[in-house]
């Protein structure tokens, strides 16, 4: 199942199912009101109802299917929005794909252990929205399509073979790099975290408590410059999990992205970074297709909208 945020053609935000094969979303405040179910406002809230959240939509679904009442839109006339706002800060790791590794080094080895940093949530932004170049501060501004993780219980030292129970979904994040900064600064927070350097969407998918492994690509300007598999990575998602967990709780609504393939910018010969009017394109099948645009800066409509969100 495949949820996700949207405005209706009239201005009316709330979040809804994705039918993939009609390409409509059904709207949780219409199912709400048309089978009065009791559903949370926004997926955040969903998240934070854990179990509970997930069988009370199955419930109203269950009785959309026996009798359509609620009216479902065209995904083609509702705008996707970010699917929620995250409290804390998206917490990613690094060098978690041996060929990521190599076009960096070539004489590098796999780290023994994992590589986490962070992104602050300021950087989020939603699908269709701009990938900022932020000239003022850095030059060298670069993509990474990646699976990442939403964390569905609250709970601290996991043990791998429980972590599943712990996740809500799964979605798709770029973890957008200044190259400069990152290096300029010997660390990593300061270029992950500039506005608009964590696109995320365009859903959810939910519903899967069962290892599974996703394919990742990446285009810029249609031209296809990564393609990896969660199947590669060097620390799996049990192991990311139950190592992060250990002394420190994990909420409702914790991201954890999970790495990059390689084939980013940097790693060609010239680089390859991000010029104005750039389409980076990042799909994982099973969850959809994540696109923004890159300018010199984002509209201030677009930082108003994440304020209000």
Sequence with gaps: MKIATFTS?????????????????????????????????????????????????????????????????????VTI??????????ICV???YREHIVEFDKT??????????????????????VIPLHPNATSQVDYEGELAIIIGKRASNIPEDEVYDHIFGYTIINDVTARDLQKRHNQWFLGKSLDGFCPMGPAILIGNKQPQNFEIRTYINNELR??????????????????????????PGDIIATGTPSGVGMGFEPPRFLQEDDLVTITVPGIGTLENTVKRSAPVTEIEDYENF
């Excluded at 994705?18 to 955040?44: C, H, K, N, R, V």
């Excluded at 969903?46 to 026996?66: R, T, W």
């Excluded at 699917?83 to 800060?89: A, G, V, Y």
């Design 108 to 129: 590098a080895d796999e780290p023994e252990f994992p590589i986490f940093f962070s992104k602050l949530p300021t950087a989020v932004t939603g699908p269709n929205r």
């Design 226 to 251: 990564q393609s990896g598999s969660t199947e590669d990575l060097i620390f799996s998602i049990p192991t990311l999990v139950s190592t992060l967990s250990r002394g420190i709780t994990l909420e």
């Design 81 to 90: 929005e970010t699917p929620f706002s995250p409290h804390r800060n998206i």
């Design 9 to 77: 053609p009239s201005g009316f935000r709330q979040w809804g199912v994705i039918d993939e094969e009609s390409q409509t979303i059904l709207g949780s405040a219409d199912l709400e009101e048309a089978y009065f179910s009791f559903l949370p406002e926004t997926i955040e809230e969903l998240i934070n109802l854990g179990d509970e959240g997930v069988l009370l939509l199955a419930s109203a679904l269950e009785k959309h299917n026996e009798t359509p009442v609620a009216v479902p839109y065209n995904l083609s006339d």
């Design 94 to 96: 690094g060098k978690n």
